[in-house]
Nanobody, 128 residues
């Protein structure tokens, strides 16, 4: 499985919105749970959201809950992260990752070493 992160990152003012997407090439995309991670300057990578292989189960970190929405379109081999009400503290490089599992039980499973395949990051900068 190989990811290419589409357009979506960039500079936005606080309170604004962005949608990130990652498209996967390869087979059996719908056998993978997908996670979104981010890494801010000087900080460790953190898992912020995850979606099950079918799309029926999602998890969010408290820092983004209620503002971000993860979704996927298995017919298009694509996963999305809709980010609303962005804050300066959301500034980070965002990554998608895939793990060959049906679902996770908790966002706490998204440790930095989670995932079998990783996309290249995309920078999101939120100005105050």
């Amino acid at each position: 499985l190989r990811f290419s992160c589409r357009r979506g990152g960039g500079l936005v003012q606080a309170g604004g919105s962005l949608r990130l997407s990652c498209a996967a090439s390869g087979s059996n995309f719908d056998d993978y749970s997908i996670g979104w991670f981010r890494q801010a300057p000087g900080k460790a990578r953190e898992g912020i959201s995850c979606i099950s292989s079918s799309g029926g189960n999602t998890h969010y970190a408290d820092s983004v809950k209620g503002r971000f929405t993860i979704s996927r379109d298995n017919a298009k081999n694509t996963v999305y992260l809709q980010m609303n009400s962005l804050k300066p503290e959301d500034t980070a490089v965002y990554y998608c990752a895939a793990a060959h599992i049906e679902y996770v039980l908790s966002i706490r499973e998204l440790l930095p070493q989670w995932g079998d395949y990783w996309g290249k990051g995309t920078l999101v900068t939120v100005s105050s």
